[in-house]
Nanobody
Framework: QVKLVESGGGLVQAGGSLRLSCEASGRTFSDLVMAWFRQVPEKEREFVAAINGTGGRTYYADSVKGRFTISRDNAKSTAYLQMNILKPADTAVYYC?????????????????WGQGTEVTVSS
């Protein structure tokens, strides 16, 4: 069983930056595709970014491309989401997700493991 623990959320002004972290345990970290999703009340969970096991391939939603960067440190079993030039529209609960496949999924249904979520609020 894989356990994911997120950290790094908080309140930031528009234009600011935050870095989210997701520490994994329970499985060889490099075997896992890691992803970030976000969700606001009464809306579906939305894909943000994903990274393959080696860190060599990354994928982004159009809404965050050029502002967010996903990365991973396999030695620390941790994935990161660096969020820059934050906008009020980025306000959401951010979830870390993982799956043991070679390639990522855009749909949250493709992921087997989820963190508890961390809240990000961007004020205007």
């Amino acid at each position: 069983q894989v356990k994911l623990v997120e950290s790094g959320g908080g309140l930031v002004q528009a234009g600011g930056s935050l870095r989210l972290s997701c520490e994994a345990s329970g499985r060889t970290f490099s075997d896992l595709v890691m992803a970030w999703f976000r969700q606001v009340p009464e809306k579906e969970r939305e894909f943000v970014a994903a990274i393959n096991g080696t860190g060599g391939r990354t994928y982004y939603a159009d809404s965050v491309k050029g502002r967010f960067t996903i990365s991973r440190d396999n030695a620390k079993s941790t994935a990161y989401l660096q969020m820059n030039i934050l906008k009020p529209a980025d306000t959401a609960v951010y979830y870390c997700a993982a799956v043991g496949t070679p390639a990522p999924f855009i749909s949250p249904l493709g992921y087997d493991y989820w963190g508890q979520g961390t809240e990000v609020t961007v004020s205007s």
